[in-house]
């Protein structure tokens, strides 16, 4: 007997389900290639004039390759399986198109197309491209894209760097230059906490500016170089800011409207920062002086005040921009935070660059400490999302088939007599696995749309958090329904059209399959999906109660669980082709209501685990 030939095999291959693999494959490594350069666009930009030189950066050196990378693998995984959603809805388009005998997964014109849908016609078309949009936030959201970028810059901006001064003797110059701007601000009038705010600024541009402008000898040298560009740019300004920062500091001291001030605050180049209980002690004595002051000596001091004010606003704007790169530079030199954390980096035998210990600096290891803290409400939403989504399969899983298996070994042994085989454990686990992974996926979805939509309102400004459900805020779930609605509705087809299509059908069932009754058995998929959707807005409640520190939380839980379980139970009566299956209604309740209360559960723990770190971190760095 002849073999075939090779040729004659592809064309079999591709006459079958080969074209439309062959197809999704190659659609597969589009889209992958596609979302490499969609993911770099930042759905939360930097603004203001202090990120406009980062944006000629790479957006990975920006938030950390490891960021970027991770949201990447984020936004692949959801774009290929919406991608999938698209191909596998195939043949519940052509049967509600009444064409049954296209309703397979062959031919290459279908997965090409919904390639063609997701990289072009998804983030092009005005009101779809909103879809592609959330996608891309909700992975660059999860990943802290670029939100620890701007964390970290914010926590070098507000961080109190004055008090780090009295650890470090060799920090003593700045420490003197520090109490020297504040005492001449409050000798100006200003209250001694806009002094130290003000002060603060002024000390900050000339730490980072060592730091920064001529930090080649704390950073690794490769590493440096690659900013040398943006700090050449940097440096004129920042150097002619210092500058003049020192020359107004000795034009303050020997200023004559001054002198009379100072002496009464017994004011000295070496003299400790002024405080308020010697600001109001001091207070009425000094507006008797200004009183007595000529008018020419009146407007000298106001225009004294008005160019520190001038040079401070200058200054925060360079500290910002100074503190933009120190926290991209120590987000990238791994080696630099290794070694100025104390752990020396040992000499290499072989060529190369070698890195010097540098001397110890406790002022920069604590700004550096502070900087690397990522302890922050953003990740902890999506750890804790993830923590659910898993305990919540495992427990419905196990809970599933422990049901599964009673039921049906009663059934067996008592009910159908010998002419049904006593179960076992594998193959009740074998049932359960598709319902539990189903139901997971939904609940998953739906409480990640949620929560990355209940944290974008949250920076909106616009959400109101839970108090109780006798004020409770529809107005903020309407869109949080819709979106969740969708969200939960994929993993339903999915396994709709695995039941039907892939799994024990026949041709011939399928055929039988008429365009009402696929509509009428998607939308109470959707009904049932609702379910989905409670659980998902349960878990923006507990979210609320954790971070508000509200209690009653057992008694909370157990209204969301029961609303879940209500919910649940309404889409099933709904559904007529569950009117006889009485197993199959008890089995989906079972699944519901396990999952939603083990992922309760666990999200509660998960979230108040993180907040508690987030707060004890917060606490620590305004200690």
């Known amino acids: 007997m002849a073999e075939a030939s090779p040729v004659a095999g592809l064309q079999t291959f591709l006459d079958d389900q080969g074209a ?31 990120y406009d030189f980062i944006r000629t950066l790479p957006i990975e050196v920006i938030v950390g390759e490891s960021n970027f990378y991770k949201s990447y ?7 290929e399986f919406l991608y999938f959603f698209i191909c596998t809805s195939k043949p519940l388009v052509l049967l509600i198109a009444n064409d049954t005998t296209g309703a397979a997964f062959n031919g290459a014109a279908w997965p090409l197309g919904a390639a063609l849908l997701v990289v072009g016609l998804l983030p092009s078309t005005p009101v779809v491209s909103e879809v592609e949009t959330l996608l891309r936030g909700i992975a660059q959201r999860i990943a802290n894209v670029p939100s620890e ?12 760097i004055e008090t780090l001064f009295d650890a470090a003797p060799e920090y003593r110059p700045e420490r003197r230059k520090y109490r020297q701007i504040h005492n001449i601000l409050v000798c100006l009038d200003f209250p001694p906490d806009e002094a130290m705010m003000l002060g603060r600024t002024c000390i900050a541009a000339d730490l980072f500016s060592q730091w920064i402008i001529n930090g080649s000898r704390i950073w690794s040298a490769g590493e440096y170089e690659a900013y040398t560009d943006i ?38 180049l070496k003299s400790e920062a002024l405080t308020m209980d010697m600001f109001d002690q001091k207070r009425d004595d000094i507006l008797a002086v200004k009183v007595r002051w000529a008018p020419e000596t009146a407007a000298a001091v106001e225009a004294l005040s008005k160019r520190w004010k001038d040079l401070v606003s200058s200054s925060d704007l360079a500290v910002r921009k100074l503190c933009a790169l120190f926290a991209i530079v120590a987000r990238n030199d791994k080696e630099a935070i290794k070694r100025l954390a104390g752990k020396k980096s040992e000499p290499e035998n072989h060529g190369g660059s070698v890195l010097i210990a540098h001397r110890f600096d406790p002022v920069l290891k604590e700004v550096l400490s502070l900087v690397n803290d990522r302890h922050d409400e953003e990740s902890s939403w999506s750890e804790a999302a993830a923590v659910a989504i898993f305990g919540g399969f495992i ?16 059934d067996a042994r008592y009910f159908a007599g010998a002419v049904q085989a006593v179960p076992t454990v594998t193959s009740a686990m074998r049932s359960a696995l598709s319902t539990a992974l189903t139901v997971a996926l939904s609940c998953g979805f739906a409480s990640v749309v949620a929560l990355f939509l209940r944290s974008l309102k949250i920076e909106e400004g616009s959400w109101i958090p839970f108090t109780s459900f006798y004020s409770f805020r529809v107005s903020n779930y309407f869109g949080i329904i819709l979106w969740c609605s969708m969200a939960a509705f994929m993993p339903l087809v999915f396994s709709y059209v695995f039941y039907n299509f892939l799994g024990q059908t026949s041709e011939t069932q399928v055929e039988q399959l008429k365009p009402f009754v696929v509509l009428s058995s998607l939308f109470f998929k959707y009904l049932f999906g609702m379910a989905s959707v409670a659980y998902a807005i349960s878990t923006c409640i507990l979210a609320d109660i954790i971070t508000e520190t509200r209690q009653k939380i057992i008694s909370t839980a157990a209204v969301l669980l029961l609303m879940i379980a209500f919910i649940c139970f309404v889409s099933l009566v709904a559904t007529p082709w569950l009117e006889i ?6 089995h989906n309740m079972m699944a519901i209501s396990s999952h939603a ?27």
Do not use: Q
């Open 149 to 160: 970028f701007f964390n970290r810059v914010a926590k070098l901006t507000r961080s109190e």
């Open 73 to 79: 693998a984020i936004y692949v995984l959801m774009l």
């Open 581 to 586: 299956p009485t197993k199959l209604f008890w």
């Open 395 to 410: 427990t419905c899983l196990l809970g599933l088939s422990i049901y599964l298996y009673l039921v049906d070994y009663l």
């Open 20 to 50: 439309f693999t062959l197809s999704l494959v190659v659609g597969m490594v589009v889209i992958a290639f596609y979302s490499r350069k969609r993911i770099g666009e930042l759905i939360r930009p930097p603004k203001g004039e202090e």
């Open 597 to 623: 209360a083990a992922s309760l559960v666990f999200f509660y723990m998960s979230y108040s685990s993180f907040m508690v770190r987030t707060r004890i971190s917060a606490a620590g760095a305004s200690a």
């Open 231 to 268: 700090i050449a740019k940097l440096k004129p300004s920042v150097e002619g800011l210092l500058s003049e920062t020192n020359a107004l500091i000795e034009e303050s001291y020997e200023a004559d409207a001054l002198h009379e001030i100072m002496d009464m605050y017994g004011v000295t």
